[in-house]
């Protein structure tokens, strides 16, 4: 748990499309803890992290930030991505939040590239996760992060209308 594999798990070879890389953790945190996930993303067309139950359903991201992507995410001044996995608000610009579910898994895509990096993933006390940054990463408060749920809320509405 709570590591990527150099490898290509055997799923994504028998299911592969050749322009879409796809790669799962399992991760499993302790209330007091961090899954703190380090990248440099790839040169692609897209990318993206989501968070899942062990059947690979998606997490509640109605009412949850379960998943970034390369236009949501909040680069570091070098380029890099660094992912905040708790089940509660860090403040930190790329969390994910586990919507109380202890353990499952944490994908990543990286769509139309030529290069494959693996994130590198540590598990980290809750009450660390600042120690363990750079000084200028930035903090979101309690105040941004409703209003990003509550325009993820809204985007949900228009493409899955309530009948």
């Given at each position: 748990?709570?590591?990527f594999?150099?490898?290509?798990p055997?799923?994504?070879e ?9 790669h ?12 703190v ?15 899942h ?18 236009s ?7 380029g ?6 708790a ?12 919507a109380?579910?202890?353990?499952g ?33 930035p903090t979101v ?8 749920i ?7 509405a ?6």
């Amino acid at each position: 748990p709570n590591t990527f594999a150099d490898s290509i798990p055997p799923a994504a070879e028998i299911f592969r499309d050749p322009n879409i890389l796809f790669h799962v953790a399992w991760f499993e945190l302790d209330d007091d803890e961090a899954l703190v996930i380090d990248v440099v993303p790839p040169r692609c067309d897209y990318w993206m992290f989501v968070l899942h139950n062990r059947w690979l359903e998606s997490l509640d991201y109605r009412y949850h930030r379960i998943s970034l992507n390369d236009s949501s995410a909040v680069l570091e001044s070098d380029g890099s991505l660094r992912v905040v996995v708790a089940n509660r608000d860090p403040g930190h610009p790329n969390w994910l939040d586990t919507a109380g579910h202890p353990e499952g898994i944490l994908q990543y895509r990286w769509i139309w590239t030529k290069t494959y990096p693996v994130p590198t993933a540590r598990v980290v006390k809750f009450g660390q996760i600042r120690a363990e940054l750079p000084a200028d990463t930035p903090t979101v408060t309690a105040e941004e992060r409703k209003r990003v749920i509550h325009g993820r809320q809204q985007h949900v509405a228009r493409r899955e209308p309530v009948t």
